[in-house]
C-alpha cells in the first residue's frame, strides 16, 4: 500500500457534508451552489449525447472548447493563448491539478504553497516526490508576508503555487503581491501554478488580475479554470488550463494516462457558456455579495469574528467566543452540526505548517437567502 495515501484521512468536505446529511443540518460546509448554471447548457450537453457525441474525444479536450477557452483567457485577463498548443480541457481542476503535479515536478523539487490551502494539492504534489514550503499568510486579511515568500525560495524551488481568490479565505490577491512573486519567479527561474478558479467570483470593488498576465508571466505560468466554479455545475468536472506548451507538454502526458479525456457533451456545453454566458458568470459576483453582507452581519450580530474578503464564496469566522474548554475548530463544527443543525468547516486542515490557528471555520454561502436565514435562526436559537 502506498504510504502517504493509506494514512490519509476522508477530506473533511465529505466528512461535514455526510454529519451534515445525518442529522439534517443546514449545510454551509462544502463549496457548491444551490442556484446551477445556464439552462441552455444543459440542453446543449443532452443533445450533444443525443447527437452522438459519446465517444473518446481527443485528450486535449474538443476544439469548440479549447477555442473558447483561449477567447476566454485573451478576453477577460487580456492574455493571449494559441489554442492547439496552450489549451488542455481537464476533468475538473482537481485533476488538472493533479496532473500539473504529476508532470512538472521530480522528487527533491521544492513547491512553496501559500498556508492555508485547498486540500487537494497537498497529497498529490507530495505524491510526486515534492516537499512543500509552507508561506502561512497573515491574519485577518491573508496578506502575502512579502520578506518571509522571498526567504523561501531556495535552490531547490522548482514552482510557486497561488490561488487566486483563494480557497477557504475569499482573499484576492493584491496587484503588490501578485507583483513580489512574480519578480521571485522570473528572478529565481522558477514555474508559477495558478488555481484560479473562482476567478470570476469577486465583488466589492476588488478585481481578479491572473498572475499569467503579468510582464514576463505568459511563459512561465500554468493558470486552472473550471466550470464547476464558473457556470455552477460542479457535479460536471469540467475544467481547462492555459501555459506555454514548454510547461503543458508533460502535464498532458500526466493527463493521458490520468484519465485520458473528457466527456465531449459536457465539453460542447461549456465550449457554448464561455463563449454565449459570460452574462451568467458576470452576474455571480454581485450575487455573492448581497449573500455575502447578510451573513457578515448576522455573524457578527451573534459575536462571530468575521474576516475581511473580495471573492470565492467562502466567509471566514472566528468563533473563539464560542469555544468550550480544550475545544478547536474540528470540534466546535462538529457540534454545531449536530447540536446546532448547521454545518461549517473547519480550516484548521486547510494548513500544512505546525500550529495551524483552531479558532477559525468556513461559511460558504452560496445558498438560496431561505437556506442562509434558516441558519441564522439556528445559530440565534443555539449559540
Ligand atoms: N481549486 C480550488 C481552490 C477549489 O476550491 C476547487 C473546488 N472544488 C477546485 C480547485 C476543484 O475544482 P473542480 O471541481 O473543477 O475539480
Ligand atoms: N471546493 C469545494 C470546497 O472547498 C469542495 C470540493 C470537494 O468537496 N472536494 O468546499
Known amino acids: 500500500l502506498n504510504e502517504l495515501f493509506s494514512s490519509l484521512p476522508t477530506t473533511i468536505f465529505e466528512v461535514m457534508s455526510k454529519l451534515a446529511m445525518e442529522h439534517s443540518s443546514v449545510n454551509l460546509g462544502q463549496g457548491f451552489p444551490d442556484a446551477e448554471g445556464p439552462e441552455t447548457m444543459k440542453q446543449i450537453a443532452s443533445k450533444a449525447m443525443y447527437d452522438f457525441h459519446n465517444q473518446y474525444p481527443s485528450l486535449l479536450g474538443v476544439p469548440e472548447l479549447r ?24 476533468v475538473g481542476a482537481t485533476e488538472g491539478l493533479a496532473a500539473c503535479f504529476l508532470g512538472l515536478l521530480n522528487p527533491g523539487d521544492e513547491v512553496i504553497m501559500f498556508d492555508p490551502m485547498y486540500d487537494s494539492y497537498v497529497s498529490m504534489a507530495r505524491r510526486s516526490g515534492a516537499a512543500i514550503v509552507p508561506v502561512r499568510l497573515r491574519l485577518p486579511d491573508f496578506s502575502v508576508p512579502l520578506e518571509e515568500l522571498a526567504a523561501a525560495v531556495g535552490p531547490q524551488t522548482k514552482m510557486i503555487m497561488l490561488n487566486s481568490p483563494h480557497n477557504p479565505s475569499g482573499k484576492i490577491f493584491t496587484r503588490t503581491e501578485l507583483e513580489a512573486i512574480a519578480d521571485l519567479c522570473i528572478r529565481h527561474d522558477v514555474i508559477a501554478l495558478c488555481d484560479e478558479v473562482y476567478e470570476h467570483l469577486v465583488f466589492g470593488g476588488a478585481k481578479h488580475i491572473s498572475l499569467r498576465s503579468l510582464p514576463g508571466m505568459a511563459e512561465r505560468c500554468v493558470r486552472l479554470g473550471s466550470a464547476g466554479k464558473t457556470f455552477s455545475f460542479t457535479a460536471w468536472k469540467v475544467g481547462w488550463m492555459t501555459g506555454p506548451s514548454r510547461l503543458l507538454n508533460p502535464i498532458i502526458k500526466a493527463h493521458q494516462f490520468l484519465v485520458f479525456t473528457v466527456p465531449s457533451s459536457l465539453q460542447r456545453a461549456v465550449a457554448h457558456g464561455l463563449d454565449r454566458e459570460s452574462e451568467f458568470y458576470l452576474s455571480l459576483g454581485p450575487t455573492l ?81 431561505s437556506k442562509l436565514e434558516a441558519a441564522v435562526e439556528r445559530l440565534k436559537a443555539y449559540l
Not at 479558532?359 to 445558498?367: A, E, G, S
Open 67 to 90: 477555442q473558447a477557452v483561449a477567447r476566454h483567457s485573451l478576453a477577460n485577463q487580456g492574455i493571449p493563448v494559441d489554442w492547439a498548443t496552450e489549451t488542455l480541457v481537464t
Open 289 to 369: 455579495e448581497v449573500k455575502r453582507r447578510y451573513l457578515e452581519r448576522e455573524l457578527a450580530a451573534l459575536g462571530f469574528g468575521v474576516l475581511p474578503a473580495h471573492g470565492a464564496y467562502f466567509l471566514v469566522a472566528d468563533v473563539s467566543k464560542f469555544l468550550r474548554s480544550g475545544e478547536d475548530d474540528v470540534a466546535f463544527a462538529k457540534r454545531l452540526t449536530v447540536e446546532g443543525g448547521v454545518t461549517t468547516i473547519p480550516i484548521s486542515g486547510f494548513y500544512v505548517g505546525a500550529n495551524p490557528p483552531t479558532h477559525l471555520v468556513r461559511f460558504c454561502y452560496c445558498k438560496e437567502d
